[in-house]
Structure formats: structure tokens, C-alpha cells
């Protein structure tokens, strides 16, 4: 024992240092920004609940993952798992004060107790949207819509976003004489962009005989365009449905909104979830489909059956940041950097200190992030100091910080401009692009 | 057993629904916009840390609160109580990845088994800010003037910081031959507030002579003004020191940035907590004094003495976030409302649901957010349903949403404009106050 305890975290638990921690934050801003630019409203729900509330009637692999404990009044209680659940259990408490059709979203952190060495952490961000008490094609495309115009707003880049109807996928099944098998099948199909076709024929064979097994495979198969494949899937459930016409609105919806050609019908996409009932998808992006789907979702008819006696449906999707956030650091578009702010006033003399707050006080009324040196070190370990911050300029300021003349110092340049007055040093910053907090 | 699990909550935690969640958003991120102007930057840590780590070497009154268990790997883990510990822990583990003086926030829950009738939650969200790595009264001044700007910034009106100095107190108390008792004195004074200055007199006899009682009393006792207060207790505590000239020095940076009247160097206050070293503060609205400090905090030598054998020292303040709400709901400014956007598209036809979502896109790319109506209700329920959201306006589209004169309807005087264009109802909006996503 020398008495030192060591900092230690635990297995799959991070600390987000400056850097990663503003790469993290620009990504939830941007994409609230979007979320809010559609009307949709934020909630928060507690990180603890009972256990009852979260498990419901018992739940396999996730029980086994949830983080839960007896707490010191003996309640049976766990962390959330996700934000699925807590939302359900929301939406039967709160249900009379709210109006509907309701768009909410909420971004928080969840925990689960999950196997490290497959590379998941045990503390991750999800980040879900939904729309809840509206059954209408209309919601399900304003989702899409959503998803679309987030994932460019990110800077994420061109996406393709595959979507799917399980209830014109049920009509076919029971069609086919294999409703039985539905959960088989759509484990299966659901994997097939894993797997591969040759193993899902495999595995369908031990389901399904060969003639079913082929008409699954030659169902799931994309036709050359989002209608022929509508009609192909239209035709083998049976003709045409409320289902069927649901997914024809949706694709109408998006011609109109002139979008249609970022989405493709395809009959594989299923969501491995049970409570899914109308339509799912999955969204790739174009310079990296490789890292799988990063956002997902779907329609569900009743997602708060556990906690109360109506029915609430909506449709909704979530994003997967922990996987965006690296796919964008592989695309070179994250945007790191480890501070706010671009520039600093530089400390000459420590007797100045308030007369340099004051001076940086006109800049940051002019919505310009402003660093404040501390300590009169020699100029240049300043600059390195600056530089290492991720700043991009310093101002020297003179004997008389509020009425000497300014220095400027370019810190990628190494140029320093001399003789400025504030407002030629305001100018001069104000002209150079990302300078203002808001563009950050 | 009816099969329905009821949809409550543990005691002391709370759901945001979505008027309460913006309210709380909007004056985070207000705090924050303000830090980032200073160049401060934001981190995370995990919810979960190693027992060992948050307790430390045993702890008291806190032990009793913290979410303590067994994970599923037989780890020993708790839910972290405070941000102040696992800021240590992170100092002690990244010291080598930063650059000193190192200024950063950190805004995030914290989770105590608190007493619920004191109007306590278990759940909560802690807001620090802390100077690590600089000793020199410039830090101690930033701090200062953040709280005052930041304050300032959310709308909470005039505040008055109350500002003190352990260091002077200390030599004090050695002085007067009762360094034995300082924890106890300290803790006395620091309730003074809260017990008056009677009741402080007869605890404090319980530990002091009678003189050395009267001497405390007096030297807690604020004089005419900064500098008379500053003079009494240099006085006091034997005449020039560092900690007298540091104190002068940050008095000297207040005048010289103009903010000198809105601070009081105020003896009595001594901040229960044993780690702080120096100056030490509390701040006070002016509209609502009584609610006691909404911003504290002050000066710590050693920070991650537990986790490190170099001492880390820094000068930080955390703001009472839920303290503030409930002020500024009292003072009517809390700017509380059901959504981020304030203009709806009303759904005329739901074929239409395409069209008026690639309509709704014009504004939006103009920054106001908007919503989607997305069932052909009669126009006057989708008023209504507007209302109670929280918006101001609703487009009725015409029969083609694109090309077809809009009417834009007023909720609150109950006007509609009609035959309007596109840029037309943009301007009518545009020069409305608040319709900006930004403004929101």
C-alpha cells in the first residue's frame, strides 16, 4: 500500500478527454439542430428505474446485460439498457399531458454489461426519434425524411436508406403457408447481409422445404427499381392491401418531395425486433456501407402494451453515433479539434490581468471565443501552448492592454501583424472563416 | 395480477416531458455558449467507477449516499456522486495528454440516495468549471468573472459574489492560538447565514473562549467596503502576506475590468468543504437573495492526491443548475415553452404529405423550424393542436402546396393572411422575433 489508489476506469467505459469530447458534442448538436428544425421535442427519463419497469416480463439475453442492483431502500432497481423501454413506460405516465401525434427524440447514455472483446463499450450514447400516435404514411415518411436530411446535415455525406413492410412480408409468409416460421425467417433474412444468400438458403433449408425456402429467397430479392420490386412483393402477398398501399404512398410522398432516389425497396430488410409491425429500415452510407447500417428503425403498433391498456403505435428510428463518430473520422470529415475557441490574448505582464479580461471581453461580445493566457511566460511557449490547445491566433497586447496598439499572430503562418487597433484585430479575425463561436 | 406493470418512477427521480427538458436545455446550453467564449472546453467520465476510486478512503455522510453494487464481473462499482472526484481521478490518469493550465466544464447527472423530504432528488445534473495547473490570482479572477458574465448571460439578473480567502482565515485562527478548532469554527461560520449571528455566538463559545469567540465575530464581520473588509483582515491575521497580496491582487483585476461592484469580500464565507486552500465564493441573484448561493466554489491545492503523487492544484465553481431553474421560473424568466419551432404546415389533404414536407424544406433551409401537420384534421383541431404545442403560425397550403397561393395563420390574434407566396409568408415570418432555430 503506498496510499496512491490507481485512476483506473472500468472495462468499456471511456472518459471523453476535450478532443473527443467536442467531436462527440458537434455531432449531437448538429444533429438536434436538425431535429428541431422538424418540430420534434426533446425528453429526458431517469437513468435508474425499477427493474420490473425495464425487463418487463423477463427478457434473456438483456436481462443478463442490464447493470442491476438492490438500492439502499431494498428496491429492485437497474441502469436503462436503452431508450426504447423508458420511453414506453414514459408515454403510458405521461399520455394525458401530451399532444398527439407526439415527435420526440432523446439523446442519453444507456449501459449494458456486454462482451468488450466483440468491440462494444458498456457505456454508449443512443440517440432516438420517434412519432407516436399517428398511423399514417405520412409519419412514417417524415421519418425517413428525417433520417435523410440529418445524416447530410452531419457532413455524413450521400446515404442510401433501404426500407421494407413487415406487414406485406407477414402476408406473404402466411400466404405461403410459413406464418409459423415467421420468426425463424426473419432471423435469418435479417442476417443475410452477414451471412450471405448461400448460408441463408442453408439455414431456411432447416425451416422450410425446398419449394418455400427458394419462393422466400426469390421474394426477398430486389427488382431493378423501388416500383417493379413494390409490384413483384405486392403480387406475391397476395395483390393489393392496406399494406401494400401504405408503401405506395410513401413512395409517392417521396417523389414529390424529389428524394425518391435515395431509397431502395428491399424485401431483405426485416429488423430482427419483434414489436415491429409496419414498415422498417436501415441506412448505409455511400463512401462507407461496409461499417453496416447507421440508423434503423421502424413502425411498432403498440409499443407500451407492459404499462398500459391502450394501444400506442408510432414509428421512429435511431442513430448509431458511436459508429458514426468513427465512420466520419474515417471519412476525415469529424472535425476534431480540442478547443472552441481560435484565438488567445497573450499574458505580458501578470499586473494586467484584469485589463486583458476587459480586452477579451470585446471580443467575446462580438461573439468571438476568447482564450485568456494566465502566466507571463516567454512569448514563444505561449504560442506553442496556443497552438497545442488548437488555437489558431494570439493577440500580444501592448503596455496599456485597453489602449496600446495590438499585435496579431498568425499561429499556422508564424506571421504576427503589429500596430492593430481593436477593431483592426476584430476585422481581421471576423474575415477568417470558423472564427465565430457559432460556426464551431 | 392484471398483466399491466404500472408505469411509475423511484423516488426522487424525475421525467423531463418536453416543456420541462427544453426549459433545462436552453439554460445549459446558454452556460455553456458562455464558458465556450472563454476558451473553455468540455469533458466526460462514465457514470460507473470503480467503488475504491469515489470513496476514496471511506466517507462519511456521502458513503451512506452513493449507488453502491456488485457487477456482473464481481467488480465493487458505484454511480458517481459528485463531479469533483471523478475530475481528480481524470487529472491523475491524463496528466501527460493535457496542456496546463488546463480549463475545462463538465455538465452531467450525478446520482445521491438523499433524503426526498428535504425537497432533494436523487438525480440530478452538476455543473462545474474548473482552472487546473495555475496559482496565480489570474485564474482566480477568470473564475470570478465567468460566474458574473455567465450568470449575467442565462438571464438571471444582477448577482453579487461573496468572496473570501481560507488562506487569511487560517493565519487568523493561528494567531489567535485557535488553529486546534478551525474545523469547527469553520463549519459554524460557514451556517452563519442560515442560524444568524446569535446562535453562531453561542456555538461557537462551546469550542472558544469567550475572547477568542468575540475575536472570530468580529473578524467574520464584512466592513464599509471591499477594501476597508480586505484592510481589517490583513489586519487581523498578522499584516502582509501572500495571501493578503493575492487577495489585493484580485481585487485590483476586478477594478480594472469594470466588474468591482458586483463582488463583496465577505469573511463569514468559508465553504463547508475540506479541500479548499484559498479563495473560496458564493453569488447571490439580487431579485431573489434568498434562495441562497446559485454558484459556488473556490481554490484547491491538491485535487488527485488520492490518485497521484504530484499535487494538482486549480480554482473552480459549480452552478446549482436545478436551484437556478426554480429561481428563474419565480422570476418569470425561465422562457418556457412545448417546442423549438413556432410555425406548423397544416395538412389540407394527406395525399398532399410529400409535397407539404418539401415545402415545410424552404423554411427550414431558412432556419425556421417547422412542423409537419400529419392528418387531414378539421383546420380549426389543427389550430388547437398547434396552440397547445407551443407554436405561433400554420401555413394552409393551397391545392397544389407548391405552386398555389399559402394563407398564414396568426394563433394568437386569430388572423389568417392569405394569398401569399412562399417568399412572401418567409418574410412575413422572418421579421417576427424568435423565429430563428438559433433565437430559440
Redesign the interface.
Known sequence: MTG????????G??????EA??T??SLVERIE?SF????F??????????A??LL?KGGGETE??V?R?????G?D?A?RFDLTVPFA??L???RN???F?F??YHIA?V?R?ENTQRGRYR?FTQCDFD?VG?G????D??IL?MMK?TLAAIGAGDCTIHVNHRGIFNRFLSRLGAAGQATDILRIVDKIAKTGREEAALQLAGVLDEKKAGAVLDYIEPRANFEETLAHITEASGGDTPESRHME?IW???????IASSFILDPSITRGLDYYTGIVYESFLAALPSIGSVCSGGRYDNL?G????EAIGGVGASIGLDRLISAMESLGVSGRS????KL?IA?VD??????C??L??YF?EK??????M??AKKLGQQFM?AE??G?AWVIIPGEKPLSSPLSLRNLASRETKENLSLDQAILELSGTSGFR??D?
Open positions: 496512491i489508489i490507481e485512476p483506473r476506469i472500468l472495462k467505459f471511456r472518459d471523453f478527454p476535450p469530447e467536442i462527440r458534442r439542430a428541431r428544425l422538424y418540430g421535442v426533446p425528453i429526458d427519463t431517469p437513468a435508474l428505474e425499477y420490473e419497469i418487463g443478463k446485460q447493470y442492483f438492490t438500492d439502499q431502500g428496491r432497481v441502469l413506460r414514459f403510458a405516465a405521461h399531458e401530451l399532444s401525434p415527435k420526440r447514455k449501459w454489461g457505456e412519432i399517428s399514417g404514411a405520412a409519419s415518411f417524415e425524411l436530411t404512398r409517392r410522398y417521396m417523389n414529390d418531395a424529389g407500451a407492459l404499462y398500459s391498456k480540442g478547443s472552441y475557441a488567445a499574458c501578470e499586473e494586467a490581468g484584469g485589463a479580461q476587459k477579451a471581453g467575446r461573439g468571438i471565443a476568447c482564450e485568456v494566465l502566466e501552448l497545442k490547445k488555437l463561436t457559432e464551431a
